[in-house]
């Protein structure tokens, strides 16, 4: 008796779907979900457009595209990296990381970023501060990013924790194996030959720009100014 009941709601169940009225009823459901559905995406694609611009205009409004500044220090990570790695590969990665990370790695993380930088440097007229303005930003770049940051400020874990220094303040040992091997004045000095290598180095990038696109790279900046 129970299968027979079972069978019987499953028929008018199936037979109440096949008709009009329950079809149309179902369609309409479908296309206000579908209607509604767009209308949602349509705006959260809205909003999202207008945080990105709003973004976009704080960035070159305040700060004077330091993006085109912060790569020449991604030219010291690719310089200092392989440089100690062809003299002693354990002195900058650890035997067990060199087990974990495939060698592919190492080349988009340390090699990559300079073909590009040069790349772009030739190809594209950025719109660059004036030197002294730059140069203030790849030192307070590399100081906060790269060495005394968790001196500064112990209770920020952002991008402390990944820095030099971060590292071993919060985790207890060297990201590279070769500063255990440095003494506190050694560190003292190689973090400023560090400090001043990077400054040289924007210095050089923003020569050649310069050399190729004249002074169109700070004349934006220098018109705003005036």
Known sequence: MILKDTNSHQCSFVQNLKSPKVFIALEIR????????????????IHSEGYVHFAESVVNKFYPLPRSVIKKIQQVTCIVFWSLYAMEPTLIVPEWAEKLIPPFMNHITHTASLPFILVDTLLTCHRAPSRKTGSIIVVAESIDLQECAPLLARDLHYDIEKSVLGVRYFNGYWIYPFLEYLSAIHLIIMFFMA????????IVGDTMNIMLWGGATHSILSEKGK
């Open 195 to 202: 400090l001043v290598f990077t400054w040289l180095l924007y």
């Open 30 to 45: 479908q296309n206000v979900a579908l209607e509604y559905t767009r209308s949602c995406t349509e705006r959260i694609k």
